[in-house]
């Protein structure tokens, strides 16, 4: 059963390049995919176990990775995330299609893993080995069926408004998620429109996603990560384990990532896209915390906690 | 910090000391002023038993150079070579002096192995920009500027779990966000991670900053000497010296364990020769001059952000030093 769950979470590959490269396809380690119409008995007769492609069955998505915006003034350097957690919040009943350019594949798969949605991913052939080694990877992770853990409920209106706080309170590692009516087993609960979260604030949607930061407190925070400023983290998790998802969106290699984790974990284990013999260092728990150090990750890497 | 001797240095002045023309270093001069400085501080007929005062054989000692306005200026590699000579004087072995700054690609421009005998270490904690594996996880300041979600910043690991003794050899440097860099945004700055961070805006926040980090332990009581490096100094645009035309020579150097009083007599050379060059005062707060952009690059009226000397006085608050010059003793020695 568990392994129907996460056969049916793993992204799948649409590949558009006909049946004669069956070849480079199972050399990727790939033997499902969604292909055109006209060509799924081609590929289902080469061994594949093989779909038809229909766009309409799916949500597009941008692509995800960062945006050096140096034409902007900002207060920062720091980089603009395009990443599509707050968007699986908002939608999580349905499938999503991603077209990618050249070098995100690997990242669309994780971020699409990461959050537990279906999801379809359109690459560029050169991009398949890469995207082939992350499926292996997502293959090989020992499988948790956990539940999403947050800080913050946000009642969702559907608004353009809502939906960017949303996205400046993923981007910021303020972990929410979108509640039909305030739930307390949250910290806060954001209702945009009330009289503690007025509509016209939320306009400037960083300005309110600091807003609701100060009200939570860092010391509240279930997550907290320093040393990078491209990484996005999800937390899963029940009484006694957590798992921390780390989706890395910025083309390059973090060096050192400090994560800090609300409540004590005896135990942390690292598994790391990429990287070999990875394993966490300068691991301790303390204040009512668990921090630990990646020492190096490519685009994903999941940690695994346990009491 | 402040160390054995607060509330004193001593300067010492040798015309000699470098050719503006050529910025070659006179090395027999370059000696001593070292010694002769040392000596003032400690009132030792001997610079060795001066040395001897603030550092034993077993020491591993850190000497934290300023490379951010390397190669045009930085911690003079003949001034290093003979720190690293008188520590030889009193047992502590090349293998136990490390040189330290937190940027590779600055230190690398610098050279500091064609000067000091082998087997000294040349320690950067980013090798790769941004890394944080070389700092301490345990040992930051937690603090939120301006809303970042990194609010830490980490002391270089080689401080906290290496070093007995540091040496700080700043560089006398103009500070566009901290008004002039000596031996507290020196030590502060580049012993510490993230910490650009306070100077996003106009306005900053290293009136506050630099004290606050430069009295973290180990850090404040592991720095027992400041040698500040004034042969060069730079009166605009620092800390960076892309180009010759704000480089000066002061021809000097001064030495204490203080870092507040140091920097007190640093202020009134960054700001006497802004005021020589008609410069902005480093006190001049009006946002008339601040503008975005490149345009400091080129005009010594147009700065960056609204400068904050007064963290040297804030440092002197929090206990690091003497910064009332009237209760400075300074010892001026001229070669």
Redesign the interface.
Known sequence: MLAFFFAAVLPWLYWDQGAATADAVKQAGIDRLYVPAEQETAWKAAGFNARAFDAAKFVKLPAPGVEYRADV?T??N?PWVDANGWRFERGRSRAYYYDVPWRKAALAAAEAYAYGIEAVIHLEPRDLPAFGRMLAFLRGMESAELPALANIGIIDDGSRETGEVLNLLAR??LLARVVTAPDPKYELNVRIGSKEYPKAEAADP?AFA?LI?RKLT?EKRLL??????VVLGRLTGDATRVRVHLINYGGGKV????VRVRGAYTHGMLAAFAVKSAALI?Y?TADDGT?F?I?EMDVYAVVDLKK | MPGLYPGKVARVHAENSIDPNSEKVDVPTVREMIAQGMRALTDDADARDSWARLFVPADVVGIKVNCSGAPGIMSTPEVVADIVRNLGTVGVKPEQVWIYERFQNQVDTVHYDRFVPAGVHIWTAEGRRGTILNYDPNTYVDVNFFGEDDTRSNLARVVSERFTKIINVPNMKDHGAAGVTGCLKNIAYGSFSNVARSHSGFKTNTYSFIGTLASVEPLRSRTVLAVMDGLRGVWHGGPFSPSRKFRFYPKQMIFGTDPVAVDRLLLDVIDGKRKAEHATSVWDRSMAHIKGGNGYDENPSIDRFVREPGHIEYAGKLGLGVYDTGKIQIRNIEI
């Open positions: 003034a207060a920062t720091v910021r590692n960083s600091s930061r860092d907290r990560l320093y040393g990078s400023d060096e050192g990532l400090r300068d301790n921090e150090t020492p």
